[in-house]
C-alpha cells in the first residue's frame, strides 16, 4: 500500500472503492446463472447480419475514411443523420449538427459534462433512485447530491423545484422508462418539469438510452424540445443497435457542445470511426424501424413474463413498477429485509442475481429494494429466474420475521 | 456568455481555451493543402482488406460477444494477447494479462492516469518539448509543470534528476521516436534514466506510440523493463494498424491497472468490442510483421524526402532533427522568428501547413520551432510542400532581418 503510486493518488481517485457488488457479479456471469443483474441488450435480437454487410461495405467503399483520425465531435454524416432524425421526431425544436456531439457511448457523456461543469463540492440534482453509472461517474468528480423524491411517474414537482431552487450546477434526468425504475412521466409531468427548468434556469442533463425501445405507444416529448436552450440530450445506439459500438451522442445548446468537445479531445480524441461508420451505413439501410419493431415486441413478452411471474412467486408485501418500455422493473420487498447482504447467498444457493438498489440511491437508502432486468433472457428463464428469487426472498423473510 | 451553462463552468473548464492553431489547422484538412501538421499515418497503407475480412469473420463467428458489452478491463483474448506479445518483446519483465488495459486509443490512457493521480497544482516532470495530447490531458486536471532540457538523445539525466527530485506525482516520457522532435534515447540513456526513476521512486509514464516503425532496427529496451514496478507504459494500434479503432493499451503493475480500470468504468464503461475483436482478428491472421515491414519502408523513404528537401530548401541556420523512426521532423528556424503567426499566412499563400512548437513547450518557450510530420503524404508531395515552405520561411526571415 505503500508503492510511490498508492501514496501519490488524487483525492478523487482515494474515493473510489472497489464494489463488492461488482466482483460478486462477474460471478453472474458464469453461463449455469440466471443473471437479472446487467442491463444487457437480448444479443440473440443484434442486427448482426446488417452489421456485417455494413461493415463488408464501409470497408470496401471507404476503409481510408473508416480506419483514419475524424474530427473531435464526430463523423459530419453521422451528425447529420442526428440531427435530421431529433429534428424530424421534435419539430418544435429542430437542431443543426452543430448541436450533435457523438460520444464513446452515453457513459463518456456524463464525464464530459462532469469536466466541464463539476467543482469538488458542486451540487447535482437526481431523481432518488438514479442511474448508478452516472452516479459514480458524478462522484468522480467529488459531486453532492440533492436527491429528489419520485412517484409512479417520476420526478415529484414539488420536491423538484425544490432542489433547483438551491441551484445546482445541474440535474440529471431519465424522464422515460427510467433507469432504475421503469417509470415514465406523462405528458403533463413533462411540461410541469420543463417549467420549472425555465423558471429556475437550472442547466438539464436528460438522459434517454430507452425511449425507442416502449411497448406501445412512444412516450411523452422529450424534456429537451420543451426547454431546448437548458438542455443537454443524451441518446446513444447501445440499445437500438448494439452496445458493443460504444456509440452515444449529445444534442444541446452549440456553446455547450463546443465545450464538450473541447474536453473530449483530452477524453479520446474522438469515438471509433470503425463504429461510428458501420452505425452510419447500418442506419442509412433503412432496416433500423423493423428492428426496433421486432425488439418492442420481443422486450414487451419477456416484460410482461417477469410482472406475471413476480406476481406468482415473490412473497406477499413485494411491490413493483410496471414499465411501458425499457429494460427494467423495480422491486420494493417487505419489511426491513436488506437485499445486498443476502446477494452471495442467493448466487450460490439458487444460481439467480439481480442488483440490490441501495447503490442507486444517491445519499443512501433503499436497502429493501432491487432491480431487475428483463431484456437479456428468454421468457421462459425469465420466469424460472424469478421463481428461484422468490423462493430465496420467501426463506429470507421467513428468516428475518422469526 | 452569462447562459446558466457558461456561469457554471468548472474551475479546470475555465482554463480550457479554444487553440487558434486548432483552427487555422482545420482549414488544413482542405484536399488543396499540403499538411505536415497532423500525426496522421498514411492511409494507402492501412491494411484494408486485411480488417474487412477480420470484420466479416468476426461478425460470423462471435458477432454475439463483438456487439454486446463487456469487461472494462478489455476483451480477455485481446488482453492475453498483448500480455504475450509484451513478454516475448521483453523476456526480463514479463507480464499477465492482469498486467494489461485496454484504452480508447492512448490519449484516453493519460485522461485516466490524470483522474487517478492529479490534483489541482500536483507537479508532472516531462520532456521539453513533449507530447501536445498529453500536455493538454494533464493541464485539463490542473497540473503543473517541470520541463526537463533535452539533448539529441532525449531527455538528459542531470535535469531529468533535478526534476525527480522534486518528488512529482509522475514523469512522462516517450524515449522512441519522440513527439514532437523524433529523438530517441540509446541504450546506454535508458538504462541511466532507469536507474534515476528507481533512486527516486517516481511513477514513470512511458508512452511509445511509434516503436514499431523503425527505420532500420528496433530502438533500445523499454523503460518498463528496465523499472518495471514503477512504470505504466503506453501502447497503441493506431500507428501499426489504423488510429479510426481507437485502441490503445496500458501495461503496469496489477495494482495500477486496477485503478486505471475503475476510473476506466466511470468514463466510458469500456472501449468498443467490434474495435477489439476486428484488431484481435487481424493480429491473429499474422499479417502484422509483413505489414510493417513495408510501413517501416514507406515512411523511412518519406522521411529521407523531408530531410532532403529541407537541406536544400529550408533558410541557412535552420536545424532539424534526424529521426530513426516515427512520424516527426522538429525544425528550429534561426533568429528571432515566431512561427505560430505566420501561420495563416503560410497556409492562405503556399498552401503548406505546420504545427507551430510553441505549444508542445509545457512552460512556454519554442516560438521558432515547428514540428513536420514526413508520414502522410507521398515522397514527390513531401518536397514540393518542403519547397513551399522553404519559400514562405526564407520571405519571413528576410522581412524580419530587415
Not at 55 to 76: C, H, K, P
Not at 130 to 148: D, E, N
Not at 248 to 260: I, K, M, Q, T
Not at 297 to 322: D, I, N
Amino acid at each position: 500500500m505503500t508503492d510511490p503510486f498508492t501514496t501519490r493518488l488524487s483525492t478523487r481517485s482515494r474515493g473510489v472503492t472497489s464494489s463488492a457488488i461488482r466482483e460478486i457479479l462477474k460471478v453472474a456471469n458464469r453461463p449455469d446463472i440466471i443473471s437479472f443483474a446487467g442491463g444487457l441488450p437480448a444479443p440473440e435480437y443484434f442486427p448482426i447480419e446488417a452489421m456485417r454487410a455494413a461493415a463488408d461495405r464501409v470497408l470496401t467503399q471507404r476503409g481510408r475514411l473508416a480506419l483514419q483520425y475524424d474530427a473531435t465531435e464526430g463523423v459530419g454524416e453521422l451528425r447529420e443523420y442526428i440531427a435530421a432524425k431529433v429534428s424530424a421526431d421534435e419539430p418544435g425544436a429542430p437542431v443543426k449538427p452543430e448541436n450533435v456531439i457523438l460520444t464513446t457511448g452515453s457513459q463518456q457523456a456524463l464525464d464530459l459534462i462532469s469536466k466541464v461543469l463539476l467543482d469538488p463540492g458542486d451540487l447535482i440534482a437526481t431523481e432518488n433512485p438514479s442511474y448508478l453509472g452516472a452516479l459514480q461517474s458524478f462522484r468522480l468528480f467529488q459531486a453532492t447530491y440533492h436527491p429528489v423524491a419520485m412517484d409512479e411517474e417520476g420526478a415529484e414537482p414539488a420536491a423538484l423545484a425544490e432542489a433547483l431552487a438551491r441551484a445546482p450546477k445541474f440535474a440529471y434526468v431519465l424522464p422515460t422508462f427510467q433507469n432504475p425504475t421503469g417509470r415514465t412521466m406523462g405528458a403533463e409531468r413533462r411540461k410541469a418539469v420543463a417549467e420549472l427548468f425555465t423558471r429556475y434556469e437550472v442547466p438539464l442533463v436528460e438522459d434517454d438510452p430507452y425511449g425507442a425501445i416502449y411497448f406501445d405507444q412512444p412516450a411523452g416529448p422529450s424534456l429537451r424540445s420543451l426547454a431546448p436552450d437548458l438542455t443537454l440530450a443524451l441518446g446513444t445506439f447501445s440499445k437500438t443497435l448494439a452496445p458493443g459500438l460504444r456509440l452515444g451522442w449529445v444534442v444541446g445548446p452549440e456553446a455547450w457542445v463546443a465545450r464538450l468537445a473541447q474536453v473530449k479531445q483530452a477524453a479520446d480524441l474522438h469515438t471509433s470511426t470503425l463504429s461510428q461508420h458501420v452505425a452510419l451505413e447500418v442506419l442509412k439501410s433503412n432496416i433500423l424501424d423493423e428492428h426496433l419493431s421486432v425488439l418492442r415486441g420481443v422486450y414487451h413478452e419477456r416484460c410482461q413474463a417477469m410482472l406475471e411471474a413476480l406476481a406468482r412467486e415473490f412473497p406477499k408485501g413485494s411491490r413493483w413498477t410496471v414499465p411501458a418500455g425499457g429494460m427494467f422493473v423495480w422491486v420494493e420487498l417487505p419489511g426491513g429485509v436488506d437485499v445486498a447482504p443476502l446477494l452471495p447467498r442467493v448466487v450460490a444457493e439458487e444460481k439467480v442475481a439481480y442488483v440490490p438498489g441501495a447503490p442507486f440511491h444517491p445519499n443512501g437508502g433503499g436497502a429493501n429494494t432491487m432491480r431487475l432486468n428483463f431484456t437479456h433472457a428468454p421468457a421462459d428463464v425469465v420466469r424460472d429466474g424469478v421463481a428461484r428469487l422468490g423462493r430465496a426472498l420467501t426463506r429470507a423473510l421467513a428468516t428475518t420475521a422469526a
